[in-house]
């Protein structure tokens, strides 16, 4: 066992050091995360600072886990010490009052929107792993989902925070303020950076009103043009009521409402293209009258095709499942699973070239296409008969080849860890990129923080 | 005439660059500014990046200079060379489809406003200076102004941005989708840092939807708990619609409602608060049954003393005339002006506490109070009858020593610059302005950068 390892269980309490066979052995991590030298679980933030400067000291890489729910291999940590912060995982305050709410950063994501909610409050970030995902993984990769359209991603829903630095250094920046321009916005930094500049070990959240009102729709739409235009009319028509606009491409509709998948059609199969739609308002009894009114108009001018109205918090979370139940997607095993996003008029194009691509290559292929339209995020996720490296390399190139000529990038919402490393170089330019390494030399001088993650330091 | 300005003249176009006496003479700035060296005037990007380059040599300061229209100080130029944008104020590009705009930074506020609205857009920015303030100012302060509470500060508001950075690199980050995750979002850095990390050339900025309803109403509420109250309340009637709320203590309501202003009361003197509330929604005819019903429940239960409902697009346009009227505390001058941020729910003995120390020392004092309560920032001008600097230290100990006691911010949204520096370590902890002097050093490591801006680099 290494020196390191002997000294971090000496400095940490009993069993916060796991050694990494047995880590792996009882099934730490719930995907493949590499085989980490140890898994540490500090229970505080100082020994998250002792545990970093020992590392720091030692040159030792560590790789931050949150709930080990990320697509990326963004906690992939070969060889590194792995630093859970699942233990860290308490609501440490509610102010109902200034709607704000501090946790640590291993607190669960369905945890906060529950406790917000016990307090007639919201915290709006939705995703389908809410039940697994801590707050401190939402945060270091500016998670987006299902309401971003409305509330915007995480990084709109964070005040403030308390960041270790490489060297051990707590960085406390806990602001409840929602405007305070004293000084650089530092937690800025830190959102969205992969664990590559800091360890976030606690936050303070904004909370919302919680809505009073949830409306929902399921509209069929045959013409792709007829999506945007029936965005921005509802937009306009809810007056900043529409929280969802979630675009499914026929073959992914087709696939989470027929057996073996639970869920049956709200409306038939054979249209283009079938959009679940969600409106979070204020008055029960006038949202609903708005709700299909604004929906009728659009039927009258013929942009949506059909639509099937929820009646109930049932019928909503049963339109709700469908979107969730991606892992239908299995079924066309093995898969790659893409997170992109590009110009809402370019995606009819770019997905018929993707397809086209992948068609040409491999006859047989299957493609699920859905996503944010809202956002112009798009989840694309092929299957082509073949998991090996070469089929994905070659995938890669044309799900992202046809995306790098429309400007769009290859994360959208998911990060670049390691497994999109290779593609940063299509979404961003070799300034921008350059710029990112000045960054992480100035924070992580020893490159210790989660390295190799988004791009090689040299 | 310095080598270097000798050396710039010869670099840019005739009439770019202007000797700092002359540009004093011919009042190239709207606020005391210092004495420039030079007063340059690019026109374009590369003729940025070529300046720098040149100081960067040289070892000289630059102040990055937009409309000139801050209030701290921020663009105080003694001895370095004044980086005017104001000739790089082109709107580049529209794309009404995708709602964005791109701009050059010198473009003015105002312009930027009445381009998105004729294409049926919107740009949500809203502040006094809109006539003259830049979008480069607007980022580099990032501004807040009079939407914040349903659009967010300029922050939510940006794209993509092509900054210089202080070796003259041109870092073009011109992103266009509302959601990407491709590596560490480098923008972020920039706005609201005041020209001290790098000059911003160009923006693009996210539009929305031109809402198709205003309403506004003039509330009178007699106790401070019921605001708190009245702001979820209609947060929550006007479902996503409330755009301001903007709260006038009774003695600044009496000043812009009383010759010599303009203004006449809308409602009654006499309450100890004035609301201006503002919903913008897509529905006229039902948005303003909406807001009166919603109103109207807040005046039977007690909360709301009085109201005035605005009737017309002219009754709403002298409510905001009203509480744009700030020029009439000119009345009480010599004044000093503050921009703080705090809890709601301590605003009150905030402002008591502050009272009752100018009171102390200046019996005579003057203090109006106004702000944009929904977003936790009040702006405070005492008028003590001097103006001279030992009275400006003992109004700033006043007013800050009661902001620190209660967490808040010495700036909410105009920024530090130079005249708040020294009471940055009130609302910044020692660790936090550690890691901005690490990043300062970062970017610019011969602090060329608006130096001694925010905070002394050593």
Same mark, same amino acid.
């Given at each position: 066992?290494?020196?390191?390892?002997?000294?971090?269980?000496?400095?940490?309490?009993?069993?916060?050091?796991?050694?990494?066979?047995?880590?792996?052995?009882?099934?730490?991590?719930?995907?493949?995360?590499?085989?980490?030298?140890?898994?540490?679980?500090?229970?505080?933030?100082?020994?998250?600072?002792?545990?970093?400067?020992?590392?720091?000291?030692?040159?030792?890489?560590?790789?931050?886990?949150?709930?080990?729910?990320?697509?990326?291999?963004?906690?992939?940590?070969?060889?590194?010490?792995?630093?859970?912060?699942?233990?860290?995982?308490?609501?440490?305050?509610?102010?109902?009052?200034?709607?704000?709410?501090?946790?640590?950063?291993?607190?669960?994501?369905?945890?906060?929107?529950?406790?917000?909610?016990?307090?007639?409050?919201?915290?709006?970030?939705?995703?389908?792993?809410?039940?697994?995902?801590?707050?401190?993984?939402?945060?270091?990769?500016?998670?987006?989902?299902?309401?971003?359209?409305?509330?915007?991603?995480?990084?709109?829903?964070?005040?403030?925070?308390?960041?270790?630095?490489?060297?051990?250094?707590?960085?406390?920046?806990?602001?409840?303020?929602?405007?305070?321009?004293?000084?650089?916005?530092?937690?800025?930094?830190?959102?969205?950076?992969?664990?590559?500049?800091?360890?976030?070990?606690?936050?303070?959240?904004?909370?919302?009103?919680?809505?009073?009102?949830?409306?929902?729709?399921?509209?069929?739409?045959?013409?792709?043009?007829?999506?945007?235009?029936?965005?921005?009319?509802?937009?306009?028509?809810?007056?900043?009521?529409?929280?969802?606009?979630?675009?499914?491409?026929?073959?992914?509709?087709?696939?989470?409402?027929?057996?073996?998948?639970?869920?049956?059609?709200?409306?038939?199969?054979?249209?283009? %293209?079938?959009? $679940?739609?969600?409106?979070? +308002?204020?008055?029960? =009894? *006038?949202?609903?009258?708005?709700? #299909?009114?604004?929906?009728?108009?659009?039927?009258?001018?013929?942009?949506?095709?059909?639509?099937?109205?929820?009646?109930?918090?049932?019928?909503?979370?049963?339109?709700?499942?469908?979107?969730?139940?991606?892992?239908?997607?299995?079924?066309?095993?093995?898969?790659?699973?893409?997170?992109?996003?590009?110009?809402?008029?370019?995606?009819?194009?770019?997905?018929?070239?993707?397809?086209?691509?992948?068609?040409?290559?491999?006859?047989?292929?299957?493609?699920?296409?859905?996503?944010?339209?809202?956002?112009?995020?798009?989840?694309?996720?092929?299957?082509?008969?073949?998991?090996?490296?070469?089929?994905?390399?070659?995938?890669?190139?044309?799900? %992202?080849?046809? $995306?790098?000529?429309?400007? +769009?990038?290859?994360? =959208? *919402?998911?990060?670049?860890?390691? #497994?999109?490393?290779?593609?940063?170089?299509?979404?961003?330019?070799?300034?921008?990129?350059?710029?990112?390494?000045?960054?992480?030399?100035?924070?992580?001088?020893?490159?210790?923080?989660?390295?190799?993650?988004?791009?090689?330091?040299?």
């Amino acid at each position: 066992m290494s020196d390191l390892v002997t000294r971090l269980k000496a400095l940490l309490a009993d069993g916060a050091v796991i050694d990494g066979e047995e880590a792996v052995r009882i099934g730490l991590a719930r995907r493949p995360l590499g085989a980490p030298l140890a898994v540490v679980r500090p229970g505080s933030t100082a020994e998250v600072a002792s545990v970093l400067r020992l590392c720091h000291e030692a040159g030792q890489a560590i790789a931050p886990w949150g709930g080990c729910t990320g697509l990326v291999e963004g906690a992939r940590a070969d060889g590194m010490i792995a630093l859970s912060l699942q233990r860290m995982n308490r609501i440490e305050q509610i102010d109902a009052p200034g709607a704000t709410m501090t946790v640590e950063a291993g607190c669960i994501l369905q945890t906060v929107c529950e406790a917000a909610e016990g307090q007639g409050l919201f915290f709006p970030l939705d995703l389908g792993a809410r039940g697994s995902a801590t707050i401190g993984g939402n945060i270091s990769t500016n998670a987006g989902g299902n309401r971003v359209l409305r509330y915007g991603m995480m990084r709109e829903l964070v005040l403030g925070l308390e960041v270790v630095l490489a060297d051990g250094t707590v960085m406390s920046s806990l602001n409840h303020l929602i405007k305070n321009n004293a000084g650089y916005d530092l937690k800025q930094m830190f959102i969205g950076s992969e664990g590559t500049l800091g360890v976030v070990t606690r936050a303070v959240l904004r909370l919302r009103p919680k809505p009073s009102s949830q409306n929902m729709a399921l509209l069929a739409v045959d013409e792709y043009p007829h999506l945007p235009k029936i965005l921005r009319n509802l937009e306009r028509g809810f007056g900043g009521t529409l929280s969802a606009f979630e675009v499914m491409w026929q073959d992914f509709y087709k696939l989470v409402t027929s057996p073996p998948a639970k869920g049956r059609p709200p409306v038939p199969h054979g249209h283009a %293209y079938y959009v $679940l739609i969600e409106a979070l +308002g204020g008055d029960t =009894a *006038e949202d609903d009258a708005r709700f #299909e009114r604004v929906l009728a108009t659009e039927l009258e001018n013929g942009e949506i095709a059909d639509a099937a109205i929820a009646k109930s918090k049932g019928e909503c979370e049963r339109l709700w499942a469908l979107r969730d139940d991606v892992l239908q997607v299995g079924q066309n095993a093995p898969i790659f699973t893409f997170d992109v996003s590009l110009g809402i008029v370019e995606m009819e194009s770019y997905v018929c070239e993707v397809r086209d691509g992948l068609k040409a290559r491999w006859p047989a292929m299957s493609l699920m296409v859905f996503g944010h339209l809202g956002d112009g995020n798009l989840h694309l996720i092929p299957g082509v008969g073949d998991g090996g490296s070469k089929a994905r390399h070659d995938v890669e190139e044309i799900v %992202y080849g046809a $995306l790098r000529k429309r400007g +769009g990038s290859v994360s =959208a *919402e998911h990060g670049i860890g390691l #497994e999109k490393r290779d593609y940063l170089s299509y979404s961003r330019n070799a300034d921008e990129i350059a710029l990112m390494r000045t960054l992480k030399k100035a924070f992580d001088p020893r490159n210790i923080l989660n390295p190799g993650k988004i791009f090689a330091v040299n």
